[in-house]
Every structure is written in C-alpha cells, then in structure tokens.
C-alpha cells in the first residue's frame, strides 16, 4: 500500500503535465490525420504533409507516454524507479544507423520527387520518422557512451520536460521578441507613408489569392532590404540562440542539485537536447514536396548542434551548482550561443542568396556554396567536439566498481 504521507508531489506534478501534452497531441495527430485523408481528394493540397504531422504527432505521443509511465512509477514508490539508467551503445550502431538513414533518405527523396500523391502520403511519414529519430539516437549514443543519466524516473523527466514545458518557454519568449519587433516595425511605418501605401497594396493583392511564386515576387524586394535584413540576423543569429542555449537544458537547471556529478549532468543535457531537437524537426518536416529531403537532412544537423551545445551546457550547469564555476558557465554559455547563432546566420544567407534572384541580384546565389561550407564544417566539428567532450567527462568518472543489478541510487536493493 502506498505512504500518502511520503506522497512525491514532483513527480505527481510531471505526470499531470505529461497527460496534458499526450492530450494535445492525440487531438493534434487525429486532427491532422484526417485533413490528410481529405487532401487526397484536393489537387492543391500536401497530404503528405499533412500525415507526416500526424505521424509526427503521434509519435510524440508515444513518448511522452512513455515518460509518464517512468514517473508514475515514482509517483506509487516504486523501487525500480530510483535504479539507474544508461543508453545501450555499441559500435555496430556506427554503421546500421547511418545506412538505414541514408537509405530512409533516398528512398524518400525518390518518392518525393516522383509527385505522386498517394505515394508521398504512405511512404513519406514513416521515412520522416526514420530520418529524424536514428541520428538523434547515434548522437545519443555517441555522446553519452560509458555515462550513466541517472535514476530513471529523473531521465525519462528530463526527456518530457524537454518536449513539453522547454519548447513552450522558448517559444513564448521568442514570440515576445517577435511582438517587439513587430512594434518596432509599426513605429517605423509610421514615418513612411509612401512605404505603408504600398505594403498596403500589397496585402490586398495576396489577400485575393495568388500563387506562392508570385507572393514571393512581391514581398522579396522588402525582405532584401537592409533593415529587413539586419532585423532577420540580429533575430535568428543572436537573440534565439541566447534564448535556446539558456533554456533548452530546463531540466538539467531543475534538477541540478540532485544530479550527482557534471558526467550525469552532461548526459542529461544531450538527452535534452535530443528532445528538444525532435519536436523542433518533427514539427518542421511536414511537407510532402521535392524539398522533403532537403528539410530532413538539413535537420540532421541541426539535431547534432542542439545536442553537443546542450550536453556542454549540461556539464557548465552541475558544476556551477555544485562548484560555482560561473566563469566555465558563461564562457561555455557564450560558446554555445556563438555556435548556434553561426548555423543560424548560414541558414539566414542561404535564404537571402535564394531571394536574390527576385530582387534582381542573381549573384547572391554565389553566397550558397559558402553557406552550405559552413553547414559542413559546423557538422564535422560538432561531431568531433560530442566525441571529444565523451571522453573527456568519462575521464573525470572515479573508477569504482560496477553496482551491482537490482540496486538502487542509494544502494538499497
């Protein structure tokens, strides 16, 4: 029988929040599963899409449900909660992931340049699934070989928190960097009524519905601009990555003073970022067209640097808790912006070097093969420092013993 006297609130807590988001999501992935099924029957709309969020959705469900049972096992006190958890690694990953990924990949990219509709919509959302989740789970792999995470309940609520409540405090103060912006921008109009007149004109002109290439013919000249421009990097480049990189690692800074060392902290931040690397890929990865593998295997990338930034980060938090290192923390805080904000600023010209040719500056698309230089080099070197990093947090592990199975985190059977 359970001790309601010793009732674990935090973990009663997380199972509430958990069963909220598997809640929205169920209604999501019903939601977008039958528009889905209705745009088979409509020649203008992405089905495809469409099911791949409902995929997408649905998974998410799976996992959070997952979480939810973990915690729930803290919640009724069971023993088995508190044992300690590692991801199982091997070396044979090394090579089956990658080929099962680049396979989801072609097969993919085949089907979506093909443009048949019904193809696209049985085929894609499995593949996007494959696609997104294998390199998440080597990264993870990788990254926290030899390291233990910690008591599973704590890990399985690290990896909801970082699906569920993170995102969602991201994205709110994001937004609220938007409105400013927004309001910035309303202001400056104000100044130039010849500019309102003809931004007006052109609201009404997409307002009667035209294609998607003539929008982009009309609005391109006014996202080339210079201070369009600037807004986009400062934005993208400098404000985001200073938002993600504080408050991807949510759980590591919640749970901190309970992480026994910056090892386990450095695991759970890499979990963190996984997690949050998933429902931002999964949440993008919605289109059924040519760009499909485009999209996904651009998120590959981005999955790496959310991962080695946040593992970093994890590492800074614990020992700032336990150690008060600040200046490690901001140093590494910094870093991890500055990485982030890279990535972002070769996404920011790649797009500009694709509009160039709307605006009649055709040469901006020199800038893509630099850009795409960079992509690479920030993969390789993020690929390098997760491996890095690895060996160095195992190396600060005291050597002791294996526990034995069936043990608890205090050791109690």
């Known amino acids: 029988m359970m001790d309601t006297s010793r009732m674990h609130w935090p973990s009663i807590l997380l199972t509430t929040v958990f069963a909220m988001g598997v809640l929205l999501l169920l209604v999501s992935a019903i939601a977008t599963g039958m528009i889905s099924i209705a745009g ?10 469409s099911m791949i969020q409902s995929f997408a959705s649905g998974f998410e469900v799976i996992v959070l449900l997952i979480c939810g049972w973990f915690v729930l096992q803290k919640t009724l006190q069971k023993e088995t909660a508190d044992l300690s958890l590692a991801f199982p690694f091997s070396a044979w990953q090394l090579l089956v992931i990658p080929a099962i990924f680049f396979f989801s990949i072609s097969l ?9 509709k019904w193809l696209g919509w049985l085929i894609l959302p499995a593949l996007t699934l494959l696609a997104v989740v294998l390199p998440i789970l080597l990264f993870l792999g990788v990254g926290t070989n030899g390291i233990e995470f910690g008591p599973r309940w ?11 409540v993170a995102p969602l405090l991201m994205i709110s103060l994001e937004i ?53 421009i600037t807004s986009l990097f400062l934005f993208l480049s400098l404000i985001v990555p200073l938002i993600e990189e504080l408050f991807k690692p949510l759980a590591v800074w919640l749970l901190a003073t309970r992480v026994k060392s910056p090892a386990s902290g450095f695991a759970l931040g890499i979990l963190s970022g996984g997690a949050f690397a998933l429902v931002e890929s999964l949440s ?51 870093t991890a912006a500055a990485l982030h ?41 993020m690929f390098a420092v997760l491996i890095a990093a690895n060996r160095n947090v195992r190396s600060l592990l005291p050597s002791l013993p294996a526990p034995a199975r069936g043990l608890n985190e205090e050791g109690v059977k």
């Open 154 to 164: 704590r890990t399985w609520s690290a990896l909801g928190l970082s699906m569920t």
């Open 176 to 228: 609220i960097v938007v409105m400013l912006f927004v309001i910035a921008g309303i202001i400056f109009l104000s100044t130039q009524p010849q500019l309102t007149q003809e931004l007006s004109k052109i609201g009404g002109l997409l307002n009667q519905g035209v294609s998607d290439e003539a929008a982009l013919e009309l609005l391109a000249p006014y996202f080339a601009k210079p201070a369009a």
């Open 108 to 116: 993919g990219a085949a089907v979506a340049l093909s443009e048949i």
């Open 341 to 381: 904000g890279i990535w972002n600023a070769c996404a920011v010209i790649t797009v500009m070097a694709i509009l160039g040719q709307y605006v009649g500056k055709p040469e901006w698309l020199l800038a893509i093969p630099g850009a795409f230089c960079g992509f690479a080099i920030l993969a390789v070197g």
């Open 40 to 49: 088979l029957f409509d020649e203008l709309a992405d089905p495809a899409g």
């Open 284 to 334: 993008v990865s919605g289109d059924g067209s040519a760009a499909w593998f485009v999209i996904v295997g651009v998120r590959t990338g981005t999955s790496l640097l959310h991962m080695t930034t946040t593992g970093l980060m994890g590492f800074a938090i614990v020992q700032l808790f336990h150690e008060k290192k600040w200046a490690r923390f901001i140093v590494t805080y910094l």
